[in-house]
């Protein structure tokens, strides 16, 4: 059974940081690419951060460069995202994604957690 479940999500004061992390189950995991989303209430989904299959290559939107760090233990099929100085318009729920390189087979995503970063 194919599972991602991200963790971490919580309160936390302008400023302040966080943690997630999204555990991968039933699939190769260091054979996709893993994308952080989040949307905002009533908003679109935008794209966060995403990492390579071997971590060597990280790419941001320019909303949290700077801020988040995205890395992947592939030995724990885990990848994580470091949210520091957060800011009130990082609120949203963050999902994750495993993204396949190879023709015919199936992306997934986890059923997010929530982050709002308020005083």
């Known amino acids: 059974q194919v599972q991602l479940v991200e963790s971490g999500g919580g309160l936390v004061q302008p400023g302040g940081s966080l943690r997630l992390s999204c555990a991968a189950s039933?699939?190769?995991?260091?054979?996709?690419?893993i994308n952080w989303y989040r949307q905002a209430l009533g908003k679109e989904r935008e794209l966060v951060a995403d990492i390579t299959r071997s971590g060597s290559i990280t790419n941001y939107a320019d909303s949290v460069k700077g801020r988040f760090t995205i890395s992947r233990d592939n030995a724990k099929n885990t990848v994580y995202l470091q949210m520091n100085n957060l800011k009130s318009e990082d609120t949203a729920v963050y999902y994750c994604?495993?993204?396949?390189?190879?023709?015919?087979?199936?992306?997934?995503w986890g059923q997010g957690t929530q982050v709002t970063v308020s005083s």
């Open positions: 994604k495993a993204t396949t390189v190879y023709i015919g087979r199936s992306n997934y």
């Open positions: 039933g699939f190769t995991f260091s054979d996709y690419i």
